[in-house]
């Protein structure tokens, strides 16, 4: 089919989604992680839950950054070492839209459940009910922008040897943003006062990622193929 | 105390021991300043022994012989200058 | 002017011309050094309200200024490397990148040590200082990339591309911090904010700041050279000059 075409990117798409659906309960995983890291808070800093509700929306961010950033790490890893790599490389298409596919089917299985998924875990943190929707919103975009960041690290570090602590210390400090904008929009709504400003932020770190991560990545695929 | 007389501006700490005590934030002070003097030192000096090393090295091998490196200037300029060539060893 | 960067692309012609630079800007720095030093540890007058610890500003804030300065360096010698491909560019990434980290940690522990004395505590979470935290790891995140890759042209590449989205993070970073401990911490204690600074300590802290700057550049150039001494020890042009010397 013709390079770029819109067919062949959505057909990419599928393949991933359809790859990513081959085993079910790996999906559970990130809700699993989540439930695990969870359950710890209460037990280490006592179960009040003034305090947890207070703290609610710091620790399910931050949490949802560790999430993202044990499964980033594997994001290229399969296609690098069955060879795929190399062919996205060769295939007319661009490198960076093709690359971005596969970031949009690991988004919708790992952010967008968990964004599904989370007013389960707001309860169980003593979230004010009024936060939710808010979060909801907020972890859609947020866990964009984190998935578009782990993807440029994951590119970067493909196939290197440690590459999992690697990406964390490359990663984490790109990831404070979203923290903070994706904490202030929550705790805005959590004391009923409009968090529309701080979801902006996040959406404007959304529309930047979109447009600038792509390149990034594709950059560092080829690195990646050429050594 | 420091004075200006006629624009000369004089030390401000009246002897080395107050100079050293800083009205109690000597060990602050002197710490910073100590750790920073180590690190700038070790930053210039770090590169200047590595270049000096290199520098020694290609003279003894010139002495021993080699005048020119198996490579020209072309070839060296390769990714990672993955030298393989083993030193010709004195006789 | 174009010429003269494309001059300093050739490693023979940088590391000749580094050799001149070098002889009187690294004389120059450290006597700006030492007269910066001097100046602000015995000549200028204590502060009125922390005493003679305020001293440390006079190693903190060009420490920090440069520390920053440097990633944007970086970033640029990241540019040359990936869009202009300049060989050279990557040999300066490479020199650039662990200086920046030590002048940032630098800054840090100064920080630590004038917070003592000055506010009661080693730590202080406030924006600025986080963000000096944050710019650490970027910095240490392009040296370990660099040590990672095997393939060096590899490693400059990748870490060109880190830089690069590094920098256009830094404001966001920086604003995001910012914004978030002014909601969290009222205005009352202002931790690196002055009014106005007298004379008698501007001038002294600008000649620091131009003695680090200064001290950068050499340990940055002393570094180049060393790095292409050593990947070009088998070419005939450095041969020649050693052989010379």
Redesign the interface.
């Known amino acids: 089919m013709p390079p770029n075409s819109a067919q062949y990117y959505s057909d990419q798409l599928r393949r991933h989604l359809r790859s990513g659906l081959r085993r079910p309960g790996d999906l559970l995983n990130p809700i699993l992680f989540f439930l695990m890291v969870i359950t710890l808070f209460p037990l280490g800093l006592g179960p009040s839950p003034e305090q947890l509700s207070a703290l609610s929306a710091g620790l399910f961010w931050v949490v949802a950054l560790l999430s993202n950033l044990t499964i980033s790490g594997r994001l290229f890893a399969a296609d690098y070492e069955d060879g795929s790599l190399e062919q996205l490389i060769m295939s007319p298409h661009s490198t960076a839209l093709t690359a971005l596919t596969e970031v949009a089917a690991h988004w919708l299985f790992s952010g967008v459940i968990l964004a599904i998924v989370s007013p389960v875990f707001a309860a169980m943190l003593q979230m004010p009910t009024t936060a939710v929707g808010t979060l909801v919103v907020a972890l859609l975009l947020g866990t964009l922008v984190l998935s578009l960041i782990g993807a440029?690290g994951a590119a970067?570090?493909v196939g290197?040897?440690?590459?999992g602590t690697?990406l964390s210390?490359?990663v984490?400090?790109?990831y404070?943003?979203v923290l903070?904008?994706g904490v202030?929009a929550v705790n805005e709504a959590a004391q009923g006062r409009d968090p529309s400003s701080w979801l902006a932020?996040l959406g404007a770190?959304a529309a930047?990622g979109l447009v600038?991560a792509p390149v990034?990545m594709g950059?560092?695929i080829k690195?990646a193929v050429?050594? | 105390m420091a004075e200006r007389s006629s624009g000369a501006v004089l030390v401000y700490f009246d002897s080395f021991a107050a100079a050293w005590a800083m009205a109690g934030h000597g060990p602050f002070v002197w710490s910073a300043y100590g750790l920073t003097f180590i690190t700038l030192a070790y930053l210039i000096f770090t590169p200047l022994r590595r270049s000096r090393m290199t520098m020694l090295s290609i003279r003894a091998e010139l002495k021993r012989g080699a005048p020119n490196g198996r490579h020209t200037s072309s070839q060296s300029v390769a990714n990672g200058a993955g030298a393989q060539r083993e030193d010709v060893h004195a006789p | 002017m174009w010429s003269f960067i494309h001059k300093l692309g050739s490693p023979p012609w940088f590391y000749r011309f580094s050799g001149q630079l070098i002889r009187w800007l690294l004389p120059i720095a450290i006597t700006t050094c030492c007269v910066g030093a001097i100046w602000g540890l015995l000549f200028a007058p204590p502060d009125f309200r922390q005493g003679n610890s305020y001293r440390i500003i006079f190693i903190h804030v060009p420490a920090a200024v440069v520390a920053l300065a440097g990633y944007y360096a970086l970033a640029f010698a990241g540019l040359a490397s990936l869009v202009w491909k300049i060989k050279m560019a990557d040999t300066a990434m490479r020199a650039i990148a662990p200086v920046g980290a030590a002048l940032t940690f630098i800054a840090l522990v100064t920080g630590a040590i004038w917070g003592k004395p000055t506010w009661g505590a080693w730590w202080v979470w406030d924006a600025r200082i986080t963000s000096m935290l944050i710019l650490l790891f970027l910095y240490l995140g392009v040296v370990a990339l660099f040590e990672a890759y095997d393939n060096k042209a590899a490693a400059a590449k990748a870490c060109a591309v880190l830089s690069l989205v590094g920098t256009v993070n830094i404001p966001i970073i920086y604003k995001s911090v910012d914004w978030w401990y002014s909601l969290h911490q009222p205005a009352s204690i202002k931790f690196t904010g002055e009014s106005a600074i007298d004379a008698s300590m501007l001038y002294p802290l600008l000649v620091n700041i131009a003695a680090f700057y200064a001290l950068f550049a050499v340990v940055v150039v002393l570094n180049m050279r060393a790095e292409l001494m050593s990947t070009h020890r088998r070419s005939a042009w450095l041969r020649d000059l050693v052989g010379r010397s």
């Open positions: 440029i970067l570090t290197l040897h440690r590459g690697l210390l490359l984490v400090p790109l404070v943003p903070i904008f202030g932020l770190l930047m600038l990034a950059v560092g690195i050429d050594r």
